[in-house]
């Protein structure tokens, strides 16, 4: 009772207004500034691109109001006259309320990061780049959390030795348990960063061929070039070959035919012109040369070059075919014969 007396003596009505005045100010100023920081930060995360000006605005809104209020009474406080027990409890507190800050500023650089980290390891839609960084921002959050915790428990004068043992056990057994899963996540990433295929590419994996779908964390789906859907795991794409075709955005075609050698050297003058016209009766292709390649003991070796049309092979092969005929059609309307003859 002496004690409380002796309180109530130090901190005179006149302290208890000048601490609660100085907490209001010091509150306002924060809300205040706060306020003006969000409104300047929304014009530049406006007129800008960049990750820097949205993650000074996350963190700004994501100030905690109890934190701010803390703040302020702790300042407040100062013209008090407390008992060792109030400042310790004020102190503890205090931690807490920093330690929620923390995670909650940690929370948007880590969300920040991810999405600026997204962007960049996916230049076009795909799940498969969304779904692995999904789950690498909850782990990391949850690390992050885990970590606030952890010193809040330390603040409140918890023993934390038992609790990191149980952490340590619990993480082992845990990894055990999804061991496969953690692979399945590995190989994602591998492919996240090596990039053997992507979504919208055509590759060979094995004995499959066909467009890749989506990639997923566990596996691939491919529909094959007869029609069908085909579900390859992850580790596939890792382990073995992939041959990728968009590395070859104009393909090559060279057709080799064989004349007779009684046919007349001047209709082998018109070869060129022929070649020409008969690739360009396909739209899209792009004709690269035409002319006499060798003389050979059964004929007149010629040979035609040209770029087919499209990205798919399936075009490709429809363009190909298409300038086959049209040569076949004006050699023959030419008098050059052909001889399959060896």
Same mark, same amino acid.
């Given at each position: 009772?002496?004690?409380?007396?002796?309180?109530?003596? %130090?901190?005179?009505?006149? #302290?208890?207004? +000048?601490?609660?005045?100085?907490? $209001? !100010?010091?509150? /306002? &100023?924060?809300?205040? @500034?706060?306020?003006?920081?969000?409104?300047?930060?929304?014009?530049?995360?406006?007129?800008?691109?960049?990750?820097?000006?949205?993650?000074?605005?996350?963190?700004?809104?994501?100030?905690?109001?109890?934190?701010?209020?803390?703040?302020?009474?702790?300042?407040?406080?100062?013209?008090?006259?407390?008992?060792?027990?109030?400042?310790?409890?004020?102190?503890?507190?205090?931690?807490?309320?920093?330690?929620?800050?923390?995670?909650?500023?940690?929370?948007?650089?880590?969300?920040?990061?991810? %999405?600026?980290?997204?962007? #960049?390891?996916? +230049?076009?839609?795909?799940?498969? $780049? !969304?779904?692995? /960084? &999904?789950?690498?921002? @909850?782990?990391?959050?949850?690390?992050?959390?885990?970590?606030?915790?952890?010193?809040?428990?330390?603040?409140?004068?918890?023993?934390?030795?038992?609790?990191?043992?149980?952490?340590?056990?619990?993480?082992?057994?845990?990894?055990?348990?999804?061991?496969?899963?953690?692979?399945?996540?590995?190989?994602?990433?591998?492919?996240?960063?090596?990039?053997?295929?992507?979504?919208?590419?055509?590759?060979?994996?094995?004995?499959?061929?066909?467009?890749?779908?989506?990639?997923?964390?566990?596996?691939?789906?491919?529909?094959?070039?007869?029609?069908?859907?085909?579900?390859?795991?992850? !580790?596939?794409?890792?382990?073995?070959?992939?041959?990728?075709?968009?590395?070859?955005?104009?393909?090559?075609?060279?057709?080799?035919?064989?004349?007779?050698?009684?046919?007349?050297?001047?209709?082998?003058?018109?070869?060129?012109?022929?070649?020409?016209?008969?690739?360009?009766?396909?739209?899209?292709?792009?004709?690269?040369?035409?002319?006499?390649?060798?003389?050979?003991?059964?004929?007149?070796?010629?040979?035609?070059?040209?770029?087919?049309?499209?990205?798919?092979?399936?075009?490709?092969?429809?363009?190909?075919?298409?300038?086959?005929?049209?040569?076949?059609?004006?050699?023959?309307?030419?008098?050059?014969?052909?001889?399959?003859?060896?």
């Amino acid at each position: 009772m002496d004690s409380v007396l002796e309180l109530l003596d %130090l901190n005179t009505p006149t #302290r208890l207004l +000048a601490g609660l005045g100085l907490s $209001a !100010a010091v509150f /306002l &100023a924060l809300e205040l @500034a706060r306020r003006l920081l969000i409104r300047r930060l929304q014009g530049v995360a406006a007129a800008s691109e960049g990750a820097i000006d949205d993650l000074l605005l996350r963190m700004a809104r994501g100030t905690f109001f109890v934190a701010r209020l803390m703040f302020a009474l702790w300042v407040g406080s100062w013209t008090l006259h407390l008992p060792e027990l109030g400042v310790g409890a004020l102190g503890r507190v205090g931690v807490a309320m920093v330690a929620v800050q923390l995670g909650r500023w940690g929370g948007a650089v880590i969300d920040t990061g991810f %999405l600026v980290w997204g962007r #960049r390891a996916e +230049a076009q839609p795909s799940s498969q $780049a !969304a779904n692995v /960084l &999904a789950v690498l921002r @909850a782990l990391t959050r949850g690390a992050w959390w885990t970590g606030m915790a952890l010193l809040v428990l330390e603040n409140l004068g918890v023993d934390l030795a038992p609790v990191l043992t149980g952490l340590g056990v619990g993480g082992v057994a845990l990894a055990l348990a999804v061991q496969s899963v953690v692979g399945d996540l590995l190989r994602s990433l591998t492919i996240l960063f090596d990039r053997p295929a992507s979504v919208g590419e055509h590759v060979v994996i094995g004995d499959i061929a066909g467009r890749v779908e989506t990639i997923g964390i566990r596996s691939t789906r491919i529909r094959a070039l007869s029609g069908e859907e085909v579900v390859v795991p992850n !580790a596939d794409l890792v382990t073995k070959s992939v041959r990728n075709f968009k590395v070859l955005p104009e393909e090559l075609t060279t057709v080799r035919l064989l004349a007779l050698l009684t046919t007349p050297a001047e209709r082998f003058r018109k070869l060129p012109e022929l070649a020409r016209a008969a690739v360009g009766e396909a739209p899209g292709a792009t004709f690269v040369s035409a002319g006499i390649a060798e003389l050979g003991q059964y004929g007149v070796v010629l040979e035609i070059r040209f770029h087919p049309a499209g990205s798919e092979p399936a075009t490709r092969h429809e363009c190909r075919q298409e300038v086959f005929l049209s040569l076949l059609r004006l050699l023959q309307d030419s008098g050059i014969q052909l001889t399959n003859r060896a």
